[in-house]
């Protein structure tokens, strides 16, 4: 493992049933840093980013063979535990979905109870304070703990989503389309909260959004048909694209 | 809100005043060369060039990345415009200086024709000029940029008393015409760097007020 890599991605398949989703995906996911996935509905870029924490482990009929390497060891490796694996390796989905009949402080904190270690209210309170304000909500939020998370607003909740994925301190964010359900002053908000959490994660976004991963990514990878077709920093994939079929993508020819 | 991207902004509009403080050394260094007889200060306009080719290459990219990145709209659309367009006539200026470099070289290797009183004057004119163009974009100030346009009458005239003065020269002694020469197309070199100070100017115009005032009717 080095260090400058979160992920490493070799020969990544994924079917649905018959159904080949995933053709041999290598990619290297770069250590704080945000990559974005981008490509035409269909073309498994969201099944891809579901496959870096296991969240397909109980899909009928979906299966995977390849690697992805996080921490030196493969998380298809038949001791890793999906739970700790996915606390290490959070999502953050398109809707937001704070649980209901859960306070905004509850919400946050769920996390840090069902993960074993002992903690003291105080700590707990610590932990939200600190996740609440990395998500760039605790000034609005600091006098209405207790509101149901389900009350805020659209963005609001999205940042919410992403202070509890927080809490847990993972060190890679997958993010699914966070901002697609989302207004452009929300959007613009979560967007600037990404970039800032770059210094600090590894940030891995699925957006349908190409300015959106041209204002926030480090790093895009072209995903056509279950096929990464390329893959490279967004300065250049937006100004100068080594492929023909990423160029006719995102100059809107076809997809 | 947006405050990587306006960082981004931020970093852009520094550097074209690194690189337009540069040019204004060039300019200043190899006309102080000429007047003032030292030769070893053309070899600091040279140094200088090569951080103002490296800067032409920098400020071309990074507007490249932030309108491919950023997609920017309105006044910033126009701001990364103009500093395309300003990025061009500050590297013509530091050509210029190199012009001058370069007729100062030859200049400096024979006895001077007269002192230099027009041509230092005309220098001092054309770098206050490119100063307040680039003082005017940054502070996105149309009212200094149309200000600092007027100026560009005076560095014409001065130009052509350059050329009647040293066309008397030329007729009083041919000896003088080789070195009367130089001094002349150094002065049309400074004439052509207060040119691009008003290109400058109207960019900045443009930038600010939304206005094309290019190709029209000289300022009242």
Redesign the interface.
């Known amino acids: 493992m080095t260090t400058e890599n979160a992920l490493q991605v070799k020969d990544l398949c994924a079917w649905f049933g018959e159904n080949q989703v995933l053709k041999n995906i290598t990619m290297d996911i770069r250590r704080n840093s945000v990559t974005s996935v981008m490509g035409p509905s269909g073309c498994g870029k969201s099944t891809f980013i579901r496959c870096l924490n296991r969240m397909h482990d109980l899909t009928p009929g979906f299966r995977v063979a390849g690697d992805v390497i996080f921490d030196g060891r493969n998380i298809y490796a038949e001791k890793i535990d999906p739970v700790l694996l996915r606390r290490k390796v959070g999502m953050v989905f398109q809707q937001p979905n704070p649980f209901p009949r859960m306070s905004v402080f509850e919400n946050v904190a769920v996390g840090l109870r069902f993960n074993g270690k002992k903690r003291s209210r105080a700590e707990i309170a610590e932990v939200v304070e600190k996740s609440l304000r990395m998500a760039a909500l605790w000034d609005e939020l600091k006098e209405h703990l207790d509101r149901p998370g389900t009350s805020l607003s659209g963005g609001q909740q999205q940042r919410l989503c992403i202070a509890r994925a927080l809490a847990v301190e993972p060190e890679v964010l997958l993010m699914d389309e966070p901002c697609s359900a989302l207004d452009p002053?929300s959007t613009?908000?979560i967007?600037?909260l990404i970039?800032d959490l770059s210094a600090k994660y590894t940030i891995v976004v699925v957006t349908h959004n190409m300015?959106q991963a041209?204002?926030i990514s480090d790093f895009v990878a072209f995903f056509l048909l279950g096929d990464l077709i390329e893959m490279d920093t967004?300065?250049r994939m937006?100004?100068n694209p080594a492929d023909k079929r990423t160029e006719e993508y995102i100059t809107g020819r076809f997809g | 809100m947006k405050k990587h991207y306006r960082e981004e902004l931020g970093n852009l509009r520094e550097t074209v005043l690194r690189m337009g403080g540069l040019v204004e050394q060039m300019t200043h260094r190899a006309v102080q060369a000429l007047a003032e007889r030292k030769i070893g200060l053309l070899a600091e306009v040279r140094a200088m060039e090569t951080q103002v080719n490296q800067l032409h290459i920098d400020i071309d990219e990074i507007c490249l990345e932030l309108i491919a990145l950023r997609q920017p709209t309105a006044a910033d659309l126009r701001f990364i415009t103009a500093a395309m367009k300003i990025n061009t006539d500050m590297e013509r200026i530091g050509d210029q200086a190199i012009n001058i470099t370069e007729s100062a070289e030859y200049l400096l290797t024979v006895p001077p024709v007269k002192p230099l009183i027009d041509i230092p004057r005309m220098a001092e004119i054309a770098k206050e000029m490119l100063r307040d163009a680039l003082d005017a974009f940054v502070h996105r100030n149309d009212e200094l940029a149309y200000e600092t346009i007027k100026k560009d009458d005076l560095v014409d005239q001065l130009k052509d008393q350059v050329f009647r003065e040293l066309l008397t020269y030329m007729m009083a002694d041919p000896e003088t015409i080789h070195r009367s020469l130089g001094l002349i197309l150094v002065s049309r070199h400074l004439e052509r760097v207060a040119d691009h100070a008003t290109n400058i100017c109207e960019d900045v115009i443009f930038m600010v007020k939304g206005k094309d005032i290019r190709h029209q009717e000289p300022l009242p």
């Open positions: 002053v613009a908000k967007e600037d970039e300015q041209g204002r967004a300065a937006f100004t």
